[in-house]
């Protein structure tokens, strides 16, 4: 089979389309085959060498991807082989054609969802929902700001919060990703690229300020969101791409709340009903993962290029 395989940390171009023997599941795993595999920011970190969990080299790269069932090993009774499934973690890597995994990792795909929109869910929609559900602990009727909402995760938790009934207001930095932010729910959206729309987002929240907000780059944004939030509000940093310095007063003055969050650290049981809250929405078509790029697996490096590029409207997705 043919696997994206990277031998030492460094740039895009340490990754390289290897043939790899064929992989058979062990006791209680399956072998996917993977139709479509989701690109997300952090596995250009592990990439790097620079994120804090480094996996042992050689590794195949990435966690989310889409498919169907080829083998089962022995004790799986959960999944057959032909099923469609998409999965969030693997044990062998998921730039590839053919990926392990444990049972926990995989989630069965509804019949209407495509395989590319079955890789965009992992990641994306599992931090989404972590981040609005368990850390923000958002109610309908809050008005809440995704500060980045025109990529994987804030797309996922656009759809998310409006089904949930929040008001809900995004950012982006391009037409197209405004655009595309309105179109899957936003009430109102902002230009984060505009001198102005700090001002302009509290003007319009007639002075009360925001609620919940979910902040994708919180180094440029955090101490900005704290003159934004409402009282008893609470920032979700979801992303962070270096120091920033805030006024802690501007906390206090509002009893705010910053809650960090990764999802690596959500406990199994808490991961196991985000995934049964995500099929219910992907089954009745609240949550439709938006797919901006699809490219040839030999194209990883392009893609991680791609991914730390601004102007997002969506997931970027390698077909194996
Ligand atoms: P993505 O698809 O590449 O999207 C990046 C988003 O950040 C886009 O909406 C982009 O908007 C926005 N952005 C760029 N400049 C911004 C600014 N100045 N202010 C606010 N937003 C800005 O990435 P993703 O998968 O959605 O992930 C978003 C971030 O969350 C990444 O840093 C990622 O590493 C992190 N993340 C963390 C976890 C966790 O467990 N904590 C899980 C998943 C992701 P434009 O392109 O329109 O400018």
């Avoid at 740039?11 to 997300?40: C, D, S």
């Avoid at 310095?245 to 650290?265: H, K, W, Y």
Wanted: with cysteine; aromatic share 4%; charged share 20%.
């Amino acid at each position: 089979m043919r696997a994206i395989r990277v031998d030492l940390f460094g740039g895009p171009e340490v990754m390289r389309l290897k043939e790899m023997p064929i992989l058979h599941p062990g006791v209680g795993q399956v072998l996917v085959h993977l139709k479509a595999v989701g690109v997300n920011p952090v596995e250009t970190y592990i990439r790097s060498g620079s994120y804090p969990m480094q996996p042992a080299l050689p590794y195949t790269p990435g966690m989310d991807g889409a498919g169907i069932i080829e083998e089962t090993g022995d004790q799986v009774i959960a999944f057959k082989t032909g099923d469609r499934v998409y999965t969030a973690g693997t044990i062998t890597g998921s730039y590839a054609e053919y990926a392990l995994c444990n049972l926990d990792q995989v989630h069965p795909l509804p019949a209407k969802v495509s395989f590319a929109q079955g890789a965009s869910i992992g990641v994306p929609y599992a931090t989404a929902y972590r981040a609005l559900v368990h850390r923000a602990h958002a109610m309908p009727g809050e008005t809440v700001l995704i500060h980045g909402a025109s990529g994987g995760v804030g797309l996922a938790a656009v759809q998310l919060a409006r089904a949930c009934g929040l008001q809900v207001w995004g950012t982006a930095g391009t037409e197209r990703g405004r655009k595309l932010v309105m179109e899957q729910g936003a009430h109102r959206v902002f230009d984060h690229g505009a001198p102005d729309y700090i001002g302009q987002i509290l003007q319009d929240t007639a002075g009360r300020g925001i609620d919940i907000i979910l902040e994708m780059l919180a180094n440029q944004n955090l101490a900005k969101d704290l003159t934004l939030l409402s009282s008893n509000g609470r920032v979700v940093v979801i992303g962070s791409r270096g120091r920033v310095e805030i006024d802690p007063r501007e906390a206090m003055r509002r009893d705010a709340d910053i809650r960090g969050m990764v999802l690596f650290n959500t406990p199994p049981a808490d991961l196991a009903r985000i995934h049964a809250g995500l099929f219910a929405g992907l089954e009745n078509a609240t949550l439709r993962p938006v797919i901006s790029r699809e490219l040839p697996l030999a194209d990883a490096p392009q893609a991680h290029i791609a991914i730390m590029q601004p102007g997002a409207a969506g997931k970027i997705i390698l077909i194996p």
